[in-house]
């Protein structure tokens, strides 16, 4: 995904337009933002799931580039330990920028099972369940969440019993994972030996 974001930065016609807006004496920013602004149009506007996901990879590259011109250093999200993390959308670089450690899964409103966020949560072991819809918005910072990405669920202010249910099923999963990850580096046998 990272290299993905190289090519488009390495991109001559990226590269090119985005100088022809600054010789029309405009800044490098807004250059590059109206560079990549067409991209994404043209990307979106092809009528293809994968391609409109691509739209949004040119996004997050557009996003940090502004926020270099800009001088803006971008520091890591601040998150409580297990962490749902309710978002309309999210880049790669925002899902690669929080503490993975304290986030116990991800929920959005858009994006798609294509995106590189959805595909970079899996990768990481990170419950994720996207294009919930617009209603997700309305969960409050700080709710409450069980999120079940196998049953496709988001409970908002679950009940106290459900909410230890669901601790105790997270600590028999993460169990299984860590006995799963110890019994792969043994010798693997047929069961008749």
Not at 27 to 52: K, N, P, Y
Not at 102 to 126: E, F, Q, R
């Amino acid at each position: 995904i990272l290299s993905a974001h190289l090519a488009f930065l390495e991109d001559p016609d990226l590269l090119a337009r985005a100088e022809a807006f600054v010789g029309e004496g405009n800044s490098a920013g807004f250059a590059w933002h109206r560079a990549m602004q067409e991209q994404i149009v043209t990307l979106r506007g092809l009528g293809d799931e994968r391609l409109a996901a691509r739209a949004d990879d040119l996004l997050d590259v557009e996003r940090r580039v502004l926020a270099v011109l800009a001088g803006a250093g971008q520091g890591p999200a601040a998150l409580p330990q297990d962490a749902v993390l309710v978002a309309d959308d999210l880049l790669p670089s925002q899902l690669v920028g929080v503490d993975v450690g304290k986030l116990a899964g991800i929920c959005t409103a858009g994006g798609g099972p294509t995106s590189h966020v959805a595909i970079l949560a899996g990768s990481m072991g990170i419950p994720a369940l996207v294009a919930l819809g617009a209603d997700l918005l309305r969960v409050p910072d700080g709710a409450a969440v069980i999120l079940d990405a196998d049953a496709g669920t988001v409970r908002v202010f679950p009940s106290a019993a459900l909410a230890e249910q669901t601790r105790g099923a997270v600590a028999d999963r993460r169990n299984r994972a860590a006995d799963t990850l110890r019994a792969a580096q043994q010798e693997g046998r047929t069961a008749d030996g």
